[in-house]
């Protein structure tokens, strides 16, 4: 009686069907996440130099300001150091006809985060700004 019972036992288990499909639709998803990212992992890696770029040089005109940023965030005018807020306050006590163009000359290996405040804070006083960089 003992090995009849572990006879039909074993036959219920036998006859019962696994499903597959959703196994197999994870492990297709999977492979295609796996063969995408692979590829993009690939292109990531690759060293890209830039060109450098030879142009004229801008001309500004005598009495258009020109604001200097260097690699480390310090921000120059007329040859002076000063705080982006004394800058902007120097600069609003000039007329409106002579800040009606500045020219912004950034230090090329300054960070983006240095060139878009001091833009930012440029963009109050005029519309037309103009971004000059120098060096690498």
Do not use: C
Request: hydrophobic share 45%; aromatic share 8%.
């Amino acid at each position: 009686m003992h090995w009849h019972s572990w006879s039909a036992r074993f036959d219920s288990y036998d006859n019962s069907n696994l499903d597959l499909t959703a196994f197999v639709d994870v492990l297709f998803n999977l492979l295609f996440f796996f063969m995408l990212t692979a590829g993009m992992a690939q292109h990531m890696l690759l060293d890209v130099q830039l060109p450098e770029v030879q142009g004229k040089q801008a001309q500004t005109q005598s009495q258009d300001p020109v604001v200097a940023l260097t690699q480390k965030g310090a921000v120059l005018w007329q040859g002076e150091q000063l705080p982006l807020d004394v800058l902007v306050q120097r600069l609003q006590a000039l007329a409106p006809a002579q800040r009606e163009r500045i020219w912004l000359q950034a230090d090329g290996r300054a960070t983006h985060a240095n060139v878009a405040r001091v833009m930012g804070k440029l963009q109050q006083l005029t519309k037309q700004i103009f971004l000059v960089t120098t060096g690498q």
